[in-house]
């Protein structure tokens, strides 16, 4: 044992490991004469610096003495009860009698690093980490223990931290998640990991990583250099598994027995291709809707199947062979949101016509994949049918307006003429007739219930009322609710029952010494009845005219005539 220089006693060897303990074994290279030498080294790397002039020294002439130096190794996370050496540093002129003192100063010196002050043996007092600092530089001095004096120049020296292979490979980016297609070829790359490892990568294998797959190397492989993925089966369906966890582990030394590993975790998603044609859950729906349904109202909704997702899924719609019908009927227009397919009524609808119809829909998906053409037909097909459920109608008009003529002379009970109405449902009940009294305020004419003949309820004048519009109305005979109108015209026809009228009263006046011949009045008449043929009317005077030499009638044109006089008289029509 030997004192150390912080007081505490050093047993010697005593933290030396074996290959440092080989190495110190081994004779030390011989001592230049004048110069400071350093032991304790695995890979000696010397320099020598030129001398410097020591305080005292005799004789300018002298050659300047320096130290030889050799880079220092010290494992790291050193576990030992005691002190680590590291190395020993020797001044030539050191002759063993104690009268040189050993100093370090720098990095970590006094704290980590201690330096026996006689030997010149330095030690590591703390477990080090190459992770955290890798070297340290720290400056050595020989001083005359008696003087204190400066025997040797200062110089540098370097304590390099050894690794080991105690740090495991880190996979610093993660979470990883990666996609792939599905049906993607084997050898697709999905996506690349990389691992780091803190220790040493220029010292010996502790950083030469190795990738493997632990789990899901059914479906993935890696690259053990570069660590990408890869598909490692060519049959991924997204519709039997969309996401996988897949480990994997980076291992140091290359792989090789007794390295440290570590891993991670990679999400990997498979992403759909339109691989899925759309399918009907069942071949045959079955629809009902009123005869009465407007155009435009929808008869009802189908939906496809597909099992992709996103636009792979959207498909459109369309309706053939509509058998049974006249066609068109119905139209299908497609849902951009559920993608369901919506059936609408495009005609009138009639459940006496045709009470059921049938099409066939086909679903159709709006995108295909040719590489997936060779996987069949990405179509289907299914049969709806309609049933058009009967509705309680009116009765109905045929025709639903007309036109009659009855002549103005015609007795009460007349026949005007006759409507019909049918019930169109299937049940064809009994109708009723009836004539809308606000069309008929004067009730000129009636109706029978039961057969719709018209006829005249009172007299007719043409001349008073020359058309008239009514509204008749039919019914069902058990319930008048089911009502329906028709509008008529009637048409009064002429007879000759009035007779020209003079157009205004005349009184004509002539003096009396008026000439034979003078013009005294010219006469015009009207009628009220409606000729075929325009009005021609004939004149003569009232029966006392004649006997009266003083007038006579001189013309007859169209409804007027002249007359001369030879004195006042009145003159009238017959």
């Known amino acids: 044992m030997r004192p150390r220089p912080d007081g505490r006693a050093l047993r010697a060897g005593a933290a030396l490991s074996p290959t440092l303990l080989l190495l110190l074994l081994l004779p030390p290279p011989p001592p230049l004469p004048g110069r400071l030498w350093a032991a304790g080294t695995p890979a ?23 130290w030889v130096w050799n880079q220092f190794f010290v494992v790291e996370e050193y576990t030992g009860t005691e002190p680590l050496y590291v190395g020993k540093i020797h001044s030539d002129s050191d002759e063993g009698d104690g009268a040189i003192k050993y100093t370090i100063s720098g990095e970590g010196a ?72 599905e049906l993607s070829p084997t050898g697709t790359s999905v996506m690349q990991v990389m691992a780091s490892d803190a220790d040493d990568p220029t010292y010996g294998s502790s950083a030469r990583l190795v990738y493997s797959v632990l789990d899901g190397e059914q479906h993935f492989t890696v690259d053990p250099r570069t660590g990408v993925i890869r598909t490692a089966v060519p049959d991924l369906d997204r519709e039997s598994q969309e996401r996988y966890e897949v480990v994997i582990q980076a291992t140091d030394m290359a792989g090789q027995l007794g390295g440290l590993s570590g891993s991670t975790t990679v999400t990997i998603v498979v992403t759909d291709v339109n691989d899925n044609p759309p399918r009907f859950p069942q071949k045959m729906y079955q629809f009902s809707i009123q005869e009465s349904a407007s155009i435009g109202t929808a008869v009802g909704r189908v939906k496809a199947e597909d099992s992709d997702v996103g636009e792979n899924t959207d498909m459109t719609y369309h309706l053939k062979d509509e058998s049974g019908s006249s066609g068109n009927v119905f139209k299908v227009t497609t849902d951009s949101d559920t993608q369901e397919a919506i059936i609408v009524v495009q005609k009138r609808l009639d459940f006496e016509s045709q009470p059921v119809h049938t099409v066939v829909l086909e679903a159709l998906n709006k995108f295909v994949d ?57 049940a064809n009940r009994p109708v009723r007739y009836a004539i809308d009294r606000d069309s ?127 004195q006042s008289r009145e003159v009238h029509s017959s």
Not at 46 to 53: E, H, I, K
Not at 158 to 177: A, C, M, T, W
Not at 394 to 408: A, D, H, N, T
């Open 44 to 66: 000696p790397l010397s320099a020598t610096g030129p001398g410097a002039q020591q305080d005292g020294a005799p004789g300018a002439g002298r050659v300047k003495r320096g």
């Open 110 to 181: 006094g704290t980590i690093f201690l330096i026996d002050e006689l030997t010149g043996d330095i030690h590591a007092m703390e477990r080090l980490d190459r992770e955290q600092k890798t070297f340290y530089t720290l400056r050595a001095q020989a001083r005359d223990r008696a003087t204190n004096r400066l025997l040797e120049p200062e110089s540098e020296f370097i304590i390099k931290v050894q690794d080991i292979n105690d740090s495991e490979p880190r996979f610093l980016h993660g979470p990883y998640i990666g996609s792939v297609a």
């Open 370 to 426: 040719p590489r997936f053409a060779d996987l069949g037909t990405f179509r289907d097909q299914a049969i709806v049918r309609v049933s058009v459920t009967d509705v309680d109608e009116p009765p109905e008009f045929r025709p639903p307006s007309g036109l009659l003529e009855v002549q103005e002379d015609a007795q009460v009970g007349s026949l005007v003429g006759v409507v019909t109405a049918r019930d169109p449902d299937a």
């Open 440 to 566: 008929d305020l004067d009730q000129i004419f009636d109706i029978d219930a039961d057969t719709g003949a018209i006829v005249t309820g009172k007299g007719l004048d043409r001349e008073t009322a020359g058309w008239h519009n009514i509204t008749v109305l039919a019914m069902e005979a058990d319930n008048h609710a089911q009502l329906s109108r028709a509008s008529l015209r009637i048409r009064i026809l002429d007879v000759n029952d009035n007779p020209p009228e003079l157009a205004t009263p005349y009184e004509a006046a002539v003096c009396e010494d008026a000439k034979p011949g003078q013009l005294i009045q010219t006469i015009s008449v009207v009628d009220r009845d409606e000729p075929q043929g325009g009005h021609r009317f004939y004149f003569r005077l009232v029966p006392e005219a004649p006997s009266n030499p003083h007038f006579s009638l001189l013309d007859i044109q169209a409804d007027s005539f002249t007359a001369p006089a030879w």
